[in-house]
């Protein structure tokens, strides 16, 4: 069974730092890209970033180009979001998602961890 | 304002069909596949078509995709009240270099 558990949402104030770590199971994370989603509370889903299989290939939204960095660690199947300068917009569930298909066909999510920027 | 444009609600009486929109442009869906997901309130999005058309195994035939040009449709048949839910719709742009995610559209059967 495929898993994935997301860790290291929480709260902090603007102009700091979080790191979210991604843990999959059930499947060889070394032969998918990997994305994250987030989703504001209340609103709709944000593509925010992913990583090619072995990470030679890396894109973000722009929302977040230039402060967030995402990376994996194919020998702990594991992804990671190092999340820096947070917003108070950056307030949102981020889910790692397990790309299954072609063009962000996005076949496997995790329950999420939840972002709170607070001032 | 989301790159893929969807209309926010739509409703519809249980049996009937409903079809959600989603207009892109060139750069989007003119150029890739489009997916479809299903979210229940206070839940984890669901994939429900993949690369236009396809279904993942367990999804229900009563679910279809389609593209044409810049845009693509997901249709819902014999609408039952367990498909009230918001439906997303999703695709690469080539000229962004990024995911990109349609607004979601609100599902309602009356």
């Known amino acids: 069974e495929v898993q994935l558990v997301e860790s290291g949402g929480g709260l902090v104030q603007p102009g700091e730092s979080l790191r979210l770590t991604c843990v999959a199971s059930?499947?060889?994370?070394?032969?998918?890209?990997m994305t994250w989603v987030r989703q504001a509370p209340g609103k709709g889903l944000e593509w925010v970033a992913n990583?090619?299989?072995?990470?030679?290939?890396?894109n973000y939204a722009e929302s977040v180009k230039g402060r967030f960095t995402i990376s994996r660690d194919n020998g702990k199947s594991s992804l990671y979001l190092q999340m820096n300068s947070l917003r108070a917009e950056d307030t949102a569930v981020y889910y790692c998602?397990?790309?299954?298909?072609?063009?962000?066909?996005?076949?496997?999510w995790g329950q999420g961890t939840l972002v709170t920027v607070f001032s | 304002q989301s790159v893929l444009t969807q209309p926010p609600s739509i409703s519809a009486a249980p049996g009937q069909k409903v079809t959600i929109s989603c207009s892109g442009s060139s750069s989007n869906i003119g150029d890739n596949y489009v997916s479809w997901y299903q979210q229940f309130p206070g839940t984890v999005p669901k994939l429900l078509i993949y690369?236009?058309?396809k279904r993942p195994s367990g999804i229900f035939d009563r679910f279809s995709g389609s593209k044409s040009g810049t845009s693509a449709t997901l249709d819902i048949t014999g609408l039952q009240t367990g498909d009230e839910a918001d439906y997303y719709c999703v695709t690469w742009d080539s000229s962004l270099s990024a995911g990109v995610f349609g607004g979601g559209t609100k599902l309602t059967v009356l």
């Open positions: 059930g499947f060889n994370i070394y032969s998918h890209w």
């Open positions: 998602v397990r790309v299954v298909a072609e063009d962000e066909g996005l076949g496997d």
């Open positions: 690369e236009n058309n």
């Open positions: 990583m090619k299989e072995d990470g030679s290939l890396i």
